[in-house]
């Protein structure tokens, strides 16, 4: 079992940026591929990025690639995104989500979530 717990979100304006993290229960979070995804209102929930356990993997949505950067700290069973050069497109709710072996690319693949964290950017 492993618990998510995110953190970092606000109110940001275009242009600026936020670092997100999210804390992980469990003895064995270096065995779980971390993914943060995010929901705007009215949309479904989207891939952002993916780090496979041994953080050797990496990948983004194109939609923020270059942009956010996803890293994590086994040592201290957490995860982080990265976000710079925010636009109102990058408002929603942020998700961070473990699931064991390799990445994932849709909610589906995915055995634990966050209860979520508000990102909002003005323009």
């Known amino acids: 079992q492993v618990q998510l717990v995110e953190s970092g979100g606000g109110l940001v304006q275009a242009g600026g940026s936020l670092r997100l993290s999210c804390a992980a229960s469990?003895?064995?979070?270096?065995?779980?591929?971390m993914g943060w995804f995010r929901q705007a209102p009215g949309k479904e929930r989207e891939f952002v990025a993916a780090?496979?356990?041994?953080?050797?993997?990496?990948r983004y949505a194109d939609s923020v690639k270059g942009r956010f950067t996803i890293s994590r700290d086994n040592a201290k069973n957490t995860v982080y995104l990265q976000m710079n050069s925010l636009n109102t497109e990058d408002s929603a709710v942020y998700y961070c989500?473990?699931?064991?072996?390799?990445?994932?690319?849709?909610?589906?693949?995915?055995?634990?979530w966050g209860q979520g964290t508000q990102v909002t950017v003005s323009s």
């Open positions: 780090k496979s356990w041994s953080a050797g993997i990496t």
């Open positions: 989500a473990a699931k064991w072996g390799g990445l994932g690319y849709v909610t589906s693949a995915y055995d634990y």
């Open positions: 469990g003895r064995t979070f270096s065995s779980y591929a």
